[in-house]
């Protein structure tokens, strides 16, 4: 029972991470591609937790605990370039 509930995550996690991937690429603003893409952080540490889940594998926490923090770090310098353009500036 907890295979398929683990299968129908899996599965939901991976279309999230398709559909952010296409707002990255199709993104009407650089504001909207770059929340997407924290969002791709978000959804593969919880991607790679729930196979961490499944297999028991140590691997997949570390890797979750990387995608988190490049996604702290990239959403953080982001907002740093994004207002020092004068055109977006406080």
Avoid: C, H, Q
């Avoid at 279309?15 to 504001?31: A, D, M, S, T, W």
């Avoid at 297999?55 to 979750?64: C, S």
Wanted: glycine share 12%.
């Amino acid at each position: 029972m907890m295979d398929i509930l683990y299968g129908f995550l899996l599965f939901l996690l991976v279309l999230n991470l398709l559909l952010g991937f296409v707002r990255v690429l199709k993104g009407p603003e650089l504001v909207d591609s770059m929340m997407a893409s924290l969002l791709l952080g978000t959804g593969g540490a919880a991607l790679l937790l729930a196979l961490f889940k499944m297999t028991k594998e140590v691997l997949y926490i570390n890797l979750a605990l990387g995608f988190a923090l490049l996604a702290g770090v990239v959403g953080v310098v982001f907002a740093i370039i994004y207002l020092r353009d004068p055109k977006n500036g406080v």
